[in-house]
C-alpha cells in the first residue's frame, strides 16, 4: 500500500513538472494580438539558387503596422546553420499599410539533410530599449541546386 502512495506521489509530482516546463514562456513576454500583418509579395530569384556563390535576392512586402506609429521590418537568411539566422537588411515603418522593397547580397548555404535554406521577414514596433519582439513574420522556403 505505502509503495502505491509513493508512486502516484511520484507520477503526480513529475507530471506538475512537465505541466509547468510546458507552460513556461521562454521570453516571459504576454501574448498581445496587434493587428500587424507582413507578407510576401514577390521574390527573385524565383528558381533555385546556387550554394556557395554570392547572390543578389529582391524581396517585395506589404507591411501593415497597427501597434505603434513607428516600426521596424528586418530580413532574416539562415546562414549561420540550419535554424540560425544573420539580420542581413532592416527598414523603418510608418503606422498603416506599405510596400516595401529590400535588394540584399548573401551567399547561399545547402544545409543537405540538416534543413533548408530560409528567408524570413519580420517587423514589429521600434523599441525603445535594446529588447525588440516582432509582432508578425512571413518565410520562405528557397530551393538550392544540387
Known amino acids: 500500500m505505502m509503495h502505491r ?3 502516484a506521489a511520484l507520477v503526480f509530482l513529475c507530471a506538475l513538472g512537465i505541466g ?3 507552460a513556461h514562456d521562454e521570453d516571459d513576454r504576454p501574448r498581445v494580438a496587434t ?3 507582413i507578407r510576401i509579395i514577390a521574390f527573385q530569384p524565383s528558381g533555385p539558387v546556387r550554394p556557395g556563390v554570392e547572390t ?3 524581396i517585395e512586402i506589404e507591411a501593415e503596422l497597427h501597434s505603434a506609429k513607428e516600426g521596424i521590418a528586418r530580413v532574416w537568411f539562415n546562414l549561420k546553420s540550419p535554424t540560425g539566422y544573420r539580420n542581413v537588411e532592416r527598414r523603418d515603418l510608418n503606422e498603416g499599410q506599405q510596400r516595401i522593397t529590400f535588394a540584399v547580397t ?3 548555404v545547402d544545409w543537405a539533410a540538416r534543413g533548408q535554406f530560409m528567408m524570413v521577414v519580420n517587423m514589429g514596433p521600434k523599441a525603445t530599449d535594446d529588447e525588440w519582439a516582432a509582432t508578425a513574420f512571413a518565410q520562405k522556403t528557397i530551393p538550392v541546386k544540387r
Do not use: L
Open 56 to 58: 543578389k535576392f529582391t
Open 20 to 22: 509547468v516546463a510546458a
Open 35 to 37: 493587428g500587424d500583418k
Open 106 to 108: 548573401v551567399t547561399p
Open 5 to 7: 502512495i509513493k508512486t
